[in-house]
């Protein structure tokens, strides 16, 4: 087992009508901004719940964080943040509201403009504490420190470090009126999550395997009843249970990472808006053909473990797992090649460039490089 080093301070508030909790979780001299994505949160009702929940309270509405949130949308609430003096930041949303208002918090003591806290340009020295009602399971931002943002400008998109939500109210009630579409990127997105913290070296820890397999297995069992029932209450609970478990470090103490197939997927979506978590439905079958040798170990613990292949010879078992697990994806409604969605060669071209030019080296034995993620993308045509 590596060494590490495990702290995650969010307070889970788990439950039908939790939004009422709001009232005392906040302290009542903050000036809140609460911000908000497209309009789902006035048709399901959640709007109204938070509204109610903050009578009395001083607040500013920032309406309009789109998915995958662009920094030129978030420039204008960083501006109104700093004009009305904001002191505490609500998010009420999906994973792209959840991020958006990480950098807004990060951004609003700045000096600097956003986009250089995202790159790195110049440091985060101080963020305004801020807390989640999730409306989408699938990112595990509303109980982790990251966030991914986009700049339409120049089509990229990154990830950076915030810091954790001081509190998240998660009702499973309000996913009722997600898109079918939205539910099985979630869903996707969540398997994805697991198997970057998972799919590596073998024998680092049995535990941590086990957390890991526990949740993928949770996935493909509830993945066709959420498909017949979306309203069912248990069952949406134990998928917005998963999708916080997933990427909230619980999985990853002690073991090697690789977000490869995230960071392709970010490409795919900066270049063609493609939603995230279909983007790792097609990028994750690639990943794993093209790193089969120095994945073999694990992709047969999780052929086994998991989607219960009993092969005896270890090529046909990898080929098995492998097939498995786009079929999986395909299940849930997703297209898993490039070709579906009248993507080619072009923009394999342009994300080899990008990477050689970034000089990156992902994957656990940082040798996921452009030419090996042509490779990958090559495999998913
Ligand atoms: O904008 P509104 O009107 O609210 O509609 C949203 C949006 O159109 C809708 N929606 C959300 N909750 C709903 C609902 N519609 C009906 N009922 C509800 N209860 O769903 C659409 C998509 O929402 P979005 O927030 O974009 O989806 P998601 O949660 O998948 O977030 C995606 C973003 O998160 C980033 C992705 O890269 C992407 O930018 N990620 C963040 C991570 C993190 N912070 O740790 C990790 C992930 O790997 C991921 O990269
Ligand atoms: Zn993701």
């Known amino acids: 087992m590596r060494s590490f080093t495990f702290q995650n ?8 009508d939790k939004i009422s909790s709001l009232a005392h979780e906040i302290d009542k001299n903050k000036k809140i901004m609460i911000t908000f994505g497209g309009g789902s949160v006035k048709k399901n009702g959640v709007y109204d719940q938070v509204k109610q929940a903050l009578q009395g309270f001083s607040t500013v509405e920032f309406w309009g964080i789109e998915p995958n949130p662009s920094i030129e949308t978030l420039r204008k609430a960083i501006t109104l943040g700093k004009a009305e003096n904001i002191d505490f930041l609500l998010a009420v949303g999906g994973g792209s509201v959840l991020d958006g208002t990480k950098l807004i918090a990060s951004a609003i003591p700045s000096q600097y403009d956003g986009w250089d806290l995202v790159i790195g340009k110049h440091p985060i020295e101080k963020i305004l504490p801020f807390a989640t009602v999730l409306t989408l399971p699938a990112t595990g ?29 998660l009702d499973p009630t ?10 099985a990127c979630g869903i996707a997105d969540t398997f994805v999550h697991v198997i970057e913290q998972y799919l590596t070296k073998t024998n680092e820890s049995p535990l941590m395997d086990r957390w890991a397999e526990g949740i993928l297995q949770t996935l493909i069992e509830i ?6 029932d979306t309203h069912d209450y248990d069952t949406m609970s134990t998928f917005m249970l998963s999708a916080t478990m997933a990427l909230n470090g619980f999985v990853a103490m002690g073991v090697t990472q690789d977000w490869c197939t995230h960071m392709i997927g970010h490409e795919l979506t900066a270049l063609h808006g493609i939603a995230h978590g279909e983007t790792l439905a097609i990028v994750l079958p690639g990943t794993m ?33 492998i097939a498995q697990t786009e079929t999986f ?48 993308l090559e495999q998913v045509l």
Not at 174 to 183: A, D, E, G, K
Not at 223 to 228: E, H, L, M
Not at 297 to 315: C, M, T, W, Y
Not at 337 to 362: M, P, W, Y
């Open 289 to 321: 053909t093209v790193l089969k040798e120095q994945k073999a170990g694990k992709i047969r613990q999780l052929g086994e473990r998991v989607f219960n292949i009993k092969q005896a010879d270890p090529q046909d078992a990898i080929t098995q797992t």
């Open 223 to 228: 993945a066709p009843k959420i498909k017949a």
């Open 9 to 16: 301070p969010t307070k889970l508030i788990f439950g039908k």
């Open 329 to 376: 994806f395909r299940s849930l409604g997703l297209k898993t090649r490039l070709s579906e969605h009248g993507i080619g060669q072009d923009t394999i071209n342009e994300i080899e460039k990008r990477f050689t030019a970034r000089n990156v080296c992902f994957g656990e034995n940082q040798n996921v490089n452009g030419a090996l993620t042509r490779k990958i």
């Open 174 to 183: 309000v996913t009722f009126s997600l898109p079918p579409y939205q539910i």
């Open 141 to 169: 931002s509303e109980m982790n420190a990251g966030a991914v943002i986009s700049k339409h400008e120049t089509q990229e998109k990154f990830a950076f470090t915030a810091t954790h939500p001081q509190f998240s109210i």
